[in-house]
């Protein structure tokens, strides 16, 4: 089974950055280049919801657009999510997986954006 390992969450000010990455494993390398990957985000009590994802193009959610960019590194076989910007609402559990996600979240990576 595919297995995702996200890193790079911390402490960061309102308007600060925080760069998160994915380290994907068993995904042969044409399929990995051929997959279509997403960033996702969970808060306490709010349903987990997709803010990035890269495949052919790149397509963000209005709450993240002009703030946050997804890259891929075919090379690496791995994903990033350079956040900009940060604001409070940004604090959340940040996962990253397929699009659409399978069953391997792996335990994500805790952002958290306070002054």
């Known amino acids: 089974q595919v297995q995702f390992v996200a890193s790079g969450g911390g402490l960061a000010q309102p308007g600060g950055s925080l760069r998160l990455s994915c380290i994907t494993s068993r995904f042969i390398t044409s399929v990995f280049n051929a997959q279509e990957f997403g960033w996702y985000r969970e808060t306490p009590g709010k349903q987990r919801e997709l803010v990035a994802r890269?495949?052919?193009?790149?397509d963000y959610a209005d709450s993240v657009k002009g703030r946050f960019t997804i890259t891929k590194d075919n090379a690496r076989k791995r994903f990033y999510l350079q956040m900009n910007g940060l604001k409070p609402e940004d604090t959340a559990v940040y996962y990253c997986?397929?699009?659409?996600?399978?069953?391997?979240w792996g335990q994500g990576t805790q952002v958290t954006v306070s002054s």
């Open positions: 997986n397929k699009v659409p996600a399978c069953d391997s």
């Open positions: 890269i495949g052919r193009s790149t």
